[in-house]
C-alpha cells in the first residue's frame, strides 16, 4: 500500500471510522432482514447477524490497519517492543552504539568539513560566476606566468566574458607607526574588487570606480581580525592615517567578520586591501604587454555564460591576440588563459584528500555495519525461540521483518544521536587536527545540511545492517524453530552462508582501507628518505623586506648600491652574533620549503630557441655564504664571490638539474645565457647574457615531493633585492636568536621587520605533519576496520564451533587429533580470508588510482605494498578463527556427544 | 460436502477471497452483502464469505486501486456501499484467473498422476 495513500487515510481517518460503522451497520441490517424473511425470530435474526462477524472489534481493527492510523500504532508497539529488546541485553546495545557511533560520527565529521570546504556555495552572490583567470605558457607546462597589465585591459574591455575583472595581487607589507615593525598581508586589487564579490563593509566604505588611479589609491580597507588587533576594534578607525611601506594610507573602510579573501594568499588571512591601476608607480611604467607583473586576476562572468563558453571565448580571444602582437605572444610559448571556478580554486589539491578521507569513513562504516549484521544474524539464532512463538501465534512475517528493522532503526538513531552530539561537543578540538592551510575552515558549521546528513545516514546504517538479518530471520523462524529453537544451536545452512559471506566482504572492505594506509605510509617513508640538498638541521632562517614606497624619490633603496651595502652590512652584523657558525643572505626566493617560487623563462646563448619547450628555471639571489651555510656541494666551478657585484661580470650559478638538461656530458661552466625570452633579439629592454661560474647541487626548494626544478641563482650583491632571508647556522634556540637578528637589523634601519623566525628543523616538520593528516586519518581508520574484522571473523568461527561441538566430540571420540580439527578449521578459516582478500585485492586495484596525487614515489598498484598488507591481514584473521577453533578442541568429547 | 469459510488467515485461500470477489464485482457494482450473498449461492453454498475478513479485504483492494466504492440506495432503500471494478482490477482479475487456472490444473495433474 503506498505511503500516500496511508496520509490520505490520516487526513480521512475520523470519516473513515464513521464511514466503516455505517457500512457494517448497513450489512447487519440488510442480513437482520433476511434472516427474518427466512422466517427466524427477530432476536435470533439479529444474532445471527452478528455472530457472523464475528468479534466486530477485532475486524474493524483489521479493516483500520489498511489505514495510518494503524500503522502509526504498529510502529509504536514496534518502537516500544524494540526498546525493550535492547533494555534486556545492554552488552549488544553497547557494543553496537559504541560501533555504530564511531561510524557515523566519523562520518559526520568528515561531511562537516567536506561539506563547507567543497559543497558549500562561497559566500557571495552567484558565486558561481566568480572564475579565476591564470596565465599559462603551454609548451613549457608551466602555469601561473602572471598577467601584464595591457592583458587585463584587453580582457576587461575586449574578452566580452566578463562583467568585471579585478587583479589579485598577493603581498605582505611592513606596517610602521607602532611599537615595533610589523608584517601585514597586504591584497593589491582593482577598485571595483568589492563591488565584484558582491561584499558590503560593515564599517565605512569598500572602492568605487572613483577611487580609480594609475598608482595606488590612499584609502585602504582592512578586515575585522586588523581591526581588532591593531585598533582595538575602535569605532573611530575610519579616517585613521597608517604607514604601510612608508606610505600614509588612510582606512576608508572595514569588512565583516565573516569576510575572506577567496584565494591563495602568502601567508595568512588579508588584513589590508589597497586598489591600484598599476600603470604608474610604483609599477613598472611605461606599461608593457610583455611585463607580466600582475599575479593574476579574478573575474565574474557575464550571466548566462557557462565556464565552457566562456573559455571557448577566451581561446579565441588569445588567438586573435597573438596575431595582433606576434612579437609578444611567440607561437613557441604557447601564452594561453585558463578559467577555473574561484570555488576550486580555493580548494586545490585538498579536493582529492578530502574526498579519499570521506570514501575511508565510508568504509568504515561499512564495515561496522556489516559487522553488526552479523552480530544480529547471530542473536538472532537466540530469539528463534521468541520469534517462532510470535508466527505460531499469528504474527504476520511483515510485522515481524517490520519489528526487527524498528529495532535496527532505532540502534541507529540512538547511535546517530550519540555521534551527532559527539562532534557537536568535539568540534573545536576536531578541527585543531585538521591542516592550517585548509581553505574555509572558519566556514565549518553544523547547519541544516549537516544534521540531515547525519539523519539520513542513521536511517541508511539501520536498514542496511538491519533489512538482510531482519528477512533471513523471519524466513528460518518459520517451521523448524519451534522445535529445533530451545538450545539455540540449530541455525540453518542458508543464516552461515550469509554471515560468512558477509565476513569475507568485511575482509575484503578492510584490505581496501588497509592498503589505502599502506600506500600513504609508504609515500611518507619516502618522503623522509628524500634529501633535500641541503642541511635542515641547526639552521635559522628569518625574513626581512625593504619597503618599497610608491613614489620611487621616497625610497632610500631606491639604487641597487644602497640595498647591496644594506644587505652586506645586515649579513656582518648577524655573523657575528653570538652562537652563529656562519651567516647568509638571500632573496625570498631562495628560501627552501616557502611558497614563493616562480618559474621564469630564459635562454640560451648560441642556442636557436627550441618551438617544443621554452626553458624555464626558478631564479633565486644569493649572497656568497649560501652555499656553505646550506651545506650543498659545489659541483665544479666557484661559489659566487663578494666581488660580484653591481660593476663585477654578470654572472649566475646554475644546478645539476638544469646542467644535465642543457648540458648533458659537457661543462656548463663559461656558457652564457639570460634571463626571459624575446625574438626580437635588438630589443632595447633585453636582459644582459649572465655567465655561468659554476654548478652547484639541487636544492629541494618547492618541497620533498615535487619534481626537481632547475635552479639559476644570481649574486645577491649584483641583484640586490627588496626581500631577504637571514639564514644563520646555529645550535642556539631560533626564538631568542630571533629577537637578537631582529635588534640588529633595526640598528641599521629601524623601520625594517624581521619576521617569520623559524629554524628549519621546525618548518620540515610542519611540513610533514601535513603530508601527514590524511595518513594519520586513515591509518587510524584502517586499524578500527582490522580490528572489526577480526572481531567479525572471531565471531562467526566461535558461533560455527559451538554449533559443531557435538560433531567434534563424535571425531575426537573417534580417534581424530587435535591437529585434524584445527585443520578443518584452518580450511574454513582460510577458504573465508581467501575469498575475501582476494575481493579485497581486487577493490584496491580498482580504488587506489583515487589515491595517485596523494602518493610519493609509490604507484597506486605498489605490488609490495599490496602482497605485505594482504599478508598481514591474512595472518591476524586467521588468528582470529584459530583461537575459536583451538577452544573446540579442547572440548572432552563425553561433554561434548552430550552437547546436543 | 461440508462449508468452506474464506479467511484470509489461510494463504491459499486469501488469494481466491481477493480472485471472488473481482470476479463479483466484474458483473456490476454491489455493496459487500450481495457480494457474500453472490459468492455464497453462486458456489451453492460450498463457499462462504466471512464477514470478518471480507471487509478488510474490500479495503485492501481498494487501497490497492483495484476497486473503487461510492455510497448509494440498495434494492430496499437502504444506505450502502456499493463497490465496483477500477481498470486495475480488471487486469488484476485476468492476472488471478490466469493464475488460479494454472493452480488448479497443476493440482489436477498432480492428482491424475497419483491415480
Known sequence: ?900 | MGEVLLKPKNDVLQGTLALLILKTLARGEMHGYGITLHIQRVSSDVLRVEEGSLYPALHRMEQDGWISAEWGMSENNRRARYYRLTATGRKQLAEEEKNWARLTEAVASVLQFAQ
Open chain 1, 1 to 900: 500500500m503506498s505511503l500516500l495513500s496511508r496520509f490520505k487515510g490520516l487526513l480521512r481517518i475520523n470519516h473513515l471510522e464513521r464511514e466503516l460503522d455505517d457500512e457494517l451497520r448497513s450489512h447487519i441490517e440488510m442480513r437482520t432482514q433476511d434472516n427474518l424473511a427466512s422466517g427466524m425470530s427477530p432476536d435470533e435474526a439479529r444474532y445471527d447477524a452478528l455472530r457472523r462477524f464475528g468479534n466486530s472489534t477485532l475486524m474493524k481493527e483489521e479493516t483500520r490497519a489498511m489505514d495510518i492510523i494503524g500503522w502509526i500504532e504498529t510502529t509504536g508497539q514496534n518502537l516500544r517492543y524494540a526498546a525493550r529488546m535492547l533494555r534486556r541485553s545492554p552488552g549488544f546495545t553497547l557494543v553496537a552504539v559504541l560501533t555504530l557511533a564511531l561510524g557515523i560520527g566519523a562520518n559526520v565529521a568528515i561531511f562537516t568539513v567536506v561539506h563547507a570546504v567543497l559543497l558549500q556555495p562561497l559566500p557571495f552572490p552567484h558565486p558561481e560566476q566568480l572564475v579565476r583567470v591564470y596565465d599559462d605558457i603551454r609548451t613549457s607546462n608551466t602555469h601561473d606566468v602572471g598577467m601584464s597589465v595591457p592583458e587585463l585591459w584587453d580582457l576587461r574591455d575586449h574578452s566580452g566574458v566578463f562583467q568585471d575583472i579585478s587583479v589579485l595581487f598577493p603581498a605582505d607589507a611592513n606596517l610602521t607607526g607602532g611599537d615595533h615593525p610589523e608584517r601585514i598581508e597586504f591584497l593589491g586589487t582593482s577598485p571595483n574588487y568589492f563591488t565584484l564579490l558582491g561584499a558590503r563593509p560593515q564599517l565605512g566604505r569598500v572602492f568605487s570606480a572613483a577611487d580609480a588611479q594609475p598608482g595606488f589609491t590612499l584609502g585602504v580597507v582592512i578586515s575585522d581580525a586588523f581591526w581588532h588587533r591593531t585598533f582595538g576594534a575602535d569605532p573611530q578607525v575610519l579616517g585613521r592615517k597608517i604607514r604601510v611601506d612608508n606610505d600614509l594610507y588612510s582606512i576608508v573602510g572595514v569588512m565583516p567578520p565573516g569576510f575572506r579573501h577567496p584565494g591563495r594568499t602568502l601567508g595568512g588571512d588579508v588584513d589590508m586591501w589597497a586598489a591600484a591601476g598599476y600603470s604608474a608607480a610604483p609599477f613598472p611604467t611605461p606599461v608593457i604587454r610583455a611585463a607580466r607583473f600582475l599575479p593574476g586576476a579574478m573575474g565574474r562572468l557575464k550571466p548566462g555564460l557557462t565556464l565552457a563558453q566562456a573559455q571557448a571565448q577566451l581561446d579565441s580571444f588569445v588567438a586573435q591576440l597573438a596575431r595582433q602582437f606576434p612579437d609578444e605572444y611567440p607561437a613557441a610559448a604557447g601564452w594561453s588563459l585558463r578559467l577555473v571556478p574561484t570555488q576550486e580554486d580555493i580548494v586545490g589539491n585538498l579536493r582529492t584528500e578530502l574526498f579519499v578521507l570521506f570514501a575511508a569513513v565510508a568504509f568504515v562504516l561499512l564495515i561496522a555495519c556489516v559487522n553488526l549484521a552479523n552480530l544480529l544474524l547471530a542473536r538472532s539464532a537466540s530469539r528463534r525461540r521468541e520469534i517462532a512463538i510470535r508466527l505460531a501465534v499469528g504474527a504476520g512475517r511483515s510485522r515481524l521483518v517490520a519489528q526487527l528493522l524498528t529495532e535496527s532503526l532505532l540502534l541507529a538513531t540512538i547511535s546517530g544521536a550519540a555521534a551527532l552530539l559527539t562532534v557537536i561537543w568535539l568540534k573545536s578540538s576536531l578541527l585543531r587536527f585538521a591542516p592550517a592551510d585548509l581553505p574555509r575552515l572558519n566556514e565549518v558549521t553544523l547547519n541544516p545540511s549537516v544534521l540531515l546528513f547525519a539523519f539520513c545516514i542513521s536511517i541508511l546504517t539501520g536498514v542496511f545492517f538491519g533489512l538482510a538479518p531482519a528477512l533471513q530471520t523471519a524466513r528460518a523462524g518459520q517451521i523448524i524453530a519451534l522445535r529445533e529453537g530451545s538450545h539455540g544451536a540449530g541455525s540453518s545452512k542458508h543464516q552461515l552462508k550469509f554471515s560468512r559471506f558477509l565476513v569475507a566482504s568485511e575482509i575484503a572492505l578492510s584490505l581496501v582501507l588497509l592498503i589505502g594506509a599502506g600506500l600513504l605510509l609508504r609515500s611518507f617513508w619516502h618522503l623522509l628518505e628524500v634529501r633535500p640538498g641541503f642541511e635542515p638541521h641547526h639552521l635559522v632562517t628569518a625574513k626581512i623586506w625593504l619597503a618599497v614606497p610608491n613614489d620611487p624619490l621616497e625610497d632610500p633603496y631606491r639604487l641597487p648600491e644602497k640595498r647591496a651595502a644594506f644587505h652586506q652590512e645586515i649579513l656582518r652584523r648577524v655573523s657575528a652574533l653570538p652562537g652563529v657558525e656562519q651567516a647568509a643572505l638571500g632573496n625570498a626566493a631562495s628560501l627552501p620549503m616557502d611558497a614563493r617560487h616562480f618559474q621564469l623563462p630564459f635562454a640560451i646563448e648560441n642556442r636557436a630557441l627550441d618551438s617544443e619547450s621554452t626553458p624555464v628555471a626558478e631564479i633565486a639571489s644569493v649572497a656568497p655564504t649560501y652555499f656553505s651555510v646550506l651545506k650543498t656541494p659545489l659541483i665544479s666551478g666557484r661559489f659566487f664571490a663578494d666581488s660580484d657585484d653591481t660593476k663585477g661580470q654578470q654572472v649566475a650559478l646554475i644546478d645539476e638539474t638544469l646542467a644535465r638538461r642543457y648540458w648533458p656530458g659537457s661543462d656548463a661552466v663559461g656558457q652564457r645565457l639570460r634571463l626571459g625570452i624575446r625574438r626580437n633579439q635588438a630589443s632595447a629592454s633585453q636582459s644582459p647574457w649572465l655567465t655561468i661560474v659554476g654548478v652547484v647541487a639541487n636544492i629541494k626548494s618547492d618541497g620533498f615531493d615535487a619534481a626537481s626544478a632547475p635552479h639559476i641563482y644570481r649574486p645577491l650583491y649584483q641583484v640586490p633585492t627588496y626581500d631577504g632571508v637571514v639564514y644563520l647556522r646555529t645550535a642556539s634556540d631560533p626564538g631568542t636568536l630571533g629577537e637578537a637578528v631582529r635588534a640588529e637589523v633595526q640598528r641599521v634601519d629601524p623601520t625594517i621587520p624581521v619576521f617569520s623566525v623559524r629554524s628549519m628543523d621546525f618548518v620540515l616538520a610542519t611540513y610533514l605533519a601535513e603530508r601527514r593528516f590524511a595518513l594519520n586519518l586513515i591509518a587510524v581508520f584502517a586499524t578500527v576496520a582490522l580490528l572489526l574484522a577480526s572481531i567479525g571473523i572471531y565471531g562467526v568461527m566461535a558461533y560455527t564451533f559451538s554449533r559443531r561441538t557435538n560433531e567434534i566430540g563424535i571425531r575426537i571420540a573417534m580417534g581424530a587429533q587435535r591437529t585434524d580439527i584445527l585443520k578443518i578449521a584452518f580450511a574454513e578459516g582460510a577458504f573465508l580470508v581467501g575469498s575475501g582478500v582476494l575481493a579485497g585485492l581486487l577493490g584496491s586495484l580498482a580504488l587506489t588510482r583515487f589515491l595517485q596525487s596523494m602518493l610519493f614515489d609509490v604507484k597506486p598498484s605498489d605490488p609490495t605494498t599490496f602482497a605485505a598488507i594482504a599478508a598481514l591481514l591474512a595472518a591476524v584473521t586467521l588468528v582470529a578463527c584459530f583461537i575459536p577453533a583451538r577452544r573446540a578442541t579442547r572440548v572432552d568429547p563425553l561433554i561434548a556427544l552430550r552437547h546436543e
